[in-house]
């Protein structure tokens, strides 16, 4: 059952001109940061979302909880309509979606203890009566298994993947229904990494949650998601079972991120989703299949038609002609 069902959003931002261009009255610009998509959470699941960097990952996590309006498309959760929420159903949408962010320590407020940042979010969504605060702060540390002590600390005490604990539990402090992870380890050491994806399984275990983890580590998504949005510039290519897709991508994209995975390329993020070839810019994506510049089985009809996310006689969608 979905608890949150995306049809057809799309975000498109202005880009910035030079001068020469407004003097000589080139047309403006848009970039196409996320296209015609559409997609399913489902309860108690762990969705993955993945792709190369500015394909469109955060814009859409930012759509799907009002921190940018869509252009177009409409967003249902729990079977009211987003899109139109106001006052008091607003408030309570923004309590039961929560998001957490790459970096914790530019969202955690530097001047007050971590006891005081989690006390706020129980306060301003009277979450618990106020005299029970400090026992319901207690057993959110407990949770992220941080020391009952760190109540009393400041941010800049914690180590990154401590930090990332802290942002979770004020994330959880409103018992939300959906946690939407944008990047939550990328910016941690790699041997902490492990740590906080293991939170986030546990977590999603005990408490039901249902988590859309967006990430561009392939290795994350095939051990921590139920099932996997693959995107690319902007829109969702393939969608479905994360085994599934892992041991079979349909989509020639996915083949070939996933064929890159073992590869460490220098200078590059660890286990960063990247395949051959430049990424084209989303100011003026390709016709027809975006991917065509760079699929090796490209074919000319390709270069027209914009593939649909269909089932295409398998048991996932794939947006490809070639599929099925
Ligand atoms: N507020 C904004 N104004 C203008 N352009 C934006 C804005 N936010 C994002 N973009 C552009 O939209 C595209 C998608 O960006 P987005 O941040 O959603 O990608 P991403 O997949 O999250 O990338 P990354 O992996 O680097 O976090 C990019 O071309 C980006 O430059
Ligand atoms: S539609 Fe064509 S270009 Fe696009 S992925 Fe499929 S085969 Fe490649
Ligand atoms: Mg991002």
């Known amino acids: 059952m979905s608890l949150l069902s995306v049809r057809g959003i799309s975000k498109r931002f202005p880009a910035r001109r030079g001068m020469v261009d407004m003097?000589?009255?080139?047309?403006?610009?848009?970039?196409?940061?996320?296209?015609?998509?559409?997609?399913?959470?489902f309860r108690g699941e762990t969705l993955g979302i993945v792709g190369e960097s500015g394909c469109g990952k955060s814009t859409l996590a930012r759509c799907l909880v009002r921190l940018h309006e869509p252009d177009a498309g409409a967003i249902d959760f729990d079977g009211a309509d987003v899109l139109g929420l106001?006052?008091?159903?607003?408030?309570?949408?923004?309590?039961?979606?929560?998001?957490?962010?790459?970096?914790?320590?530019s969202s955690l407020n530097p001047r007050m203890t971590v006891g005081a940042t989690l006390g706020e979010a129980l306060m301003v969504?009277?979450?618990?009566?106020?005299?029970?605060?400090?026992?319901r702060v207690r057993e959110l540390l407990d949770l992220v298994h941080l020391m009952e002590n760190a109540a009393e600390r400041y941010p800049h005490e914690f180590s990154g993947g401590q930090r990332q604990r802290i942002g979770i539990a004020r994330a959880l402090a409103?018992?939300?229904?959906?946690?939407?992870?944008?990047?939550?380890?990328?910016?941690?050491?790699?041997s902490v990494q492990a740590a906080i994806?293991?939170?986030?399984?546990?977590?999603?275990?005990?408490?039901?949650?249902?988590?859309?983890?967006?990430?561009?580590?392939?290795?994350?998504?095939?051990?921590?998601?139920?099932?996997?949005a693959v995107m690319y510039l902007g829109r969702?290519?393939?969608?479905?079972?994360?085994a599934?897709?892992?041991?079979?991508?349909?989509?020639?994209?996915?083949?070939?991120?996933?064929?890159?995975?073992?590869?460490?390329?220098?200078?590059?993020?660890?286990?960063?989703?990247?395949?051959?070839?430049?990424?084209?810019?989303?100011?003026?994506?390709?016709p027809g299949c975006a991917f065509h510049p760079r699929c090796p089985v490209a074919t000319a009809?390709?270069?027209?038609?914009?593939?649909?996310?269909?089932?295409?006689?398998g048991a996932w969608d794939v947006a490809c002609l070639l599929a099925g």
Do not use: W
């Open 23 to 41: 003097l000589r009255g080139r047309p403006k610009l848009a970039v196409h940061a996320v296209e015609q998509v559409s997609l399913e959470v």
């Open 86 to 105: 106001a006052g008091p159903e607003r408030r309570a949408f923004n309590r039961r979606v929560q998001m957490v962010f790459q970096d914790p320590y």
């Open 125 to 135: 969504h009277n979450v618990v009566p106020k005299a029970e605060i400090p026992r």
């Open 174 to 190: 409103v018992e939300p229904s959906l946690i939407i992870a944008d990047e939550p380890v990328s910016a941690l050491d790699v």
């Open 197 to 228: 994806v293991n939170l986030f399984m546990e977590l999603q275990d005990r408490l039901g949650l249902t988590l859309v983890f967006i990430t561009h580590d392939l290795r994350l998504v095939k051990h921590m998601t139920h099932r996997v």
């Open 236 to 242: 969702i290519v393939e969608v479905g079972p994360t």
């Open 244 to 286: 599934e897709i892992f041991a079979a991508p349909r989509h020639p994209y996915t083949q070939a991120l996933i064929r890159a995975v073992p590869q460490v390329k220098p200078g590059r993020r660890s286990g960063e989703a990247a395949v051959m070839g430049e990424l084209p810019s989303p100011l003026n994506p390709p």
């Open 301 to 313: 009809a390709c270069r027209e038609t914009v593939p649909g996310l269909e089932a295409r006689g």
